[in-house]
């Protein structure tokens, strides 16, 4: 594959985060689980993915996200907030791994022209950077509401009433690797070959691994041969952090993924773990570690059963598509002038890309989930498929 050549800013990064890791890893005994490799390569201080000050969302960046695409993606969101708002009588809005700001910003603008503005509009963001980011594209969009906007660096502690919002956020959660092999589970850890890196398959070792794959697989006899896939195990930790913290309300995420029948399918025999840099995607994970974003699928059945465990009941899990126009995607577009060609155009392009099935009206879902707070959500109207998860 051909990559875009390294900027000089980018090969020294590239050869810290090297020499970081490499250093880990000797001090693990030559070889580090593939989960803790993925966290240091995206939140290792400093120097980590999402830490450092590269650009990354955006034409300019490495890969787009739908907040990026079309600013009806965040107002159709609002939309959905703004009902589970009115539901719970008023309250905040939490959004958890803010990116560059722009979902923010659209959201609050929407929220503002419906008179449905939350008490406060958290961002919990880990990033330096991208906190700065997030304050500069809303002092830009929306300057008079700055001063509801709070940035924390951890979950709030108890007492959060509102509506916590992740867009691509479960994806970006370091995972572990595993494989069959020989009538054995192996899990991937990580060695050092030169000045990069390379697989070290070995017996299971991760506090937990064993179990959940006895649970995804009680019968492992028919696994075919060499089949590999990925688990994250931060997911249900992260939602028990989040049902501490919040005392009744909403969680809306939208992530690619499938239920997990979908997910650990004998034909999807590599899993889903994918790369990106400048708009390429590949698989390999050692390549670029601190330029690369690196992201596996989302189990939504993991994260329903997980939540339902935690007190919530499920609102509704569907697809991006039918998510935004059970939100009033075609109400927005029916109020677009095509007299007006340039941003007509430009609106029915980015409505294509949120909602063709080729696109991401179909890989991408959306799963809500309420607590003390009433269940039915009119995102999930048209096309309910919790049956599946
Ligand atoms: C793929 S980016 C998506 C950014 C943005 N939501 C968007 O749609 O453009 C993933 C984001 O999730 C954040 N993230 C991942 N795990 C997190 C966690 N446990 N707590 C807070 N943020 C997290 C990352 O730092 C990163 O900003």
């Avoid at 390379?198 to 064993?210: E, H, I, N, T, V």
């Avoid at 809306?252 to 034909?267: K, M, N, P």
Wanted: charged letters at 20%; aromatic letters at 8%.
């Amino acid at each position: 594959m051909h990559l875009p050549e390294l900027t000089d800013a980018e090969a020294s990064l590239l050869g810290e985060m090297r020499g970081r890791l490499i250093a880990q890893i000797e001090s693990a005994g030559g070889a580090l689980p593939f989960d803790l490799y993925m966290e240091t390569a995206l939140y290792s201080p400093g120097l980590g993915y999402y830490v450092n000050g590269r650009r990354k969302f955006g034409e300019a960046g490495d890969f787009v996200t739908a907040p990026e695409v079309s600013p009806l993606f965040s107002r159709c969101l609002a939309r959905q907030v703004a009902e589970c708002l009115l539901n719970l009588g008023g309250g905040s809005v939490l959004e958890v791994g803010a990116g560059s700001g722009r979902m923010a910003t659209d959201m609050l603008s929407e929220l503002e022209m419906l008179d449905a503005l939350p008490e406060r509009y958290q961002i919990l963001e880990l990033s330096p950077s991208l906190r700065q980011a997030q304050f500069d594209t809303l002092s830009h969009g929306v300057p008079h509401l700055l001063p509801r906007v709070v940035w924390l660096t951890e979950m709030p502690s108890a007492g959060f009433r509102g509506v916590l919002v992740g867009n691509e956020l479960l994806d970006a959660m370091p995972v572990h690797r595993f494989r069959r092999v020989e009538g054995t589970w192996q899990e991937l850890a990580v060695a050092v070959k030169g000045r990069t890196f390379c697989d070290r398959w070995k017996p299971l070792q991760s506090p937990g691994l064993a179990e959940a794959l006895e649970k995804l697989w009680p019968d492992a006899t028919g696994v075919i041969e060499g089949y590999s896939s990925e688990l994250n195990m931060r997911l249900a930790p992260w939602l028990k952090a989040v049902a501490a913290s919040l005392d009744a309300g909403y969680i809306i995420l939208i992530d690619y993924g499938f239920a997990q029948r979908e997910y650990y399918h004998a034909e999807r025999s590599l899993g889903t773990l994918i790369c990106h840099f400048r708009h390429r995607a590949y698989a390999d994970p050692y390549l670029l570690p601190g330029l690369q974003d690196m992201t596996a699928n989302v189990d939504f059945t993991a994260l329903a059963q997980a939540a339902v465990a935690l007190g919530f009941e499920l609102s509704g899990y569907t697809t991006q598509a039918h998510f935004l126009i059970d939100s009033g995607l075609e109400q927005m577009l029916s109020t677009s002038d095509p007299n007006d060609l340039k941003r007509h155009l430009s609106m029915m392009q980015g409505v294509k890309k949120l909602t063709l099935p080729g696109e991401m009206g179909e890989r991408f879902k959306v799963m809500a989930l309420a607590r003390g707070a009433r269940a039915a959500l009119s995102g999930f109207r048209s096309r309910d498929m919790r049956e599946r998860l």
